[in-house]
């Protein structure tokens, strides 16, 4: 399948999406960060100094979402309809889970702005909670699921709604 981000000659340029329908579109896409025990906990019983660790993580996910074609060279400004942005603590494995939900009615997908609001709601945990430890791993950022579209249905391995 041909990248449909270069022109003829390999020039980066912007896909032209004017004749494409408008259609339901919603991505969900997830990631975790991996911290120490304690400033799980810090996060848990909300006392890390910086106040609401994942009530400030869910804006900037959303904030994030909104702004991804500022951030993203060649995304589409896209009105989005819908931003979630929920948390799992996941004390087993000393981790925080983000997974975010956005829905737009539109001629392209939102596949990216669901991975950028993941990765900046798990930036901002990082940040809020750095001083309790710096020892903290962001990984396995992926899109588990994608709807509307010419290309239709996704869904990642493994991945549950």
């Known amino acids: ?28 896409a997830e990631g975790r960060i991996i911290m120490g025990a304690a400033t799980l906990r810090l996060i848990m019983e909300g006392s890390a100094k910086k106040g609401d660790v994942l009530g400030v993580a869910r804006l900037a996910g959303i904030m994030a ?11 589409h400004n896209i009105p989005l309809s819908s931003v979630e942005v929920d948390f799992t603590v996941d004390e087993t494995r000393s981790c925080v889970v983000a997974r975010a939900l956005v829905r737009t009615t539109g001629k392209t997908g939102v596949e990216m702005e669901a991975i950028t609001a993941v990765s900046a709601a798990l930036l901002t945990v990082y940040d809020m909670v750095k001083s309790a430890g710096k020892d903290m791993t962001i990984t396995d950022i992926s899109l588990l699921e994608k709807s509307g579209g010419k290309s239709g249905h996704y869904k990642k391995n493994n991945a549950a709604k």
Do not use: N, Q, Y
């Open 1 to 28: 399948m041909p990248l449909t981000h270069f022109d003829k000659r390999g020039s980066a340029w912007m896909v032209d999406v004017g004749a494409k329908s408008d259609t339901v579109r919603e991505a969900v």
């Open 65 to 75: 979402a909104k702004k991804t074609p500022e951030i993203i060279p060649l995304c």
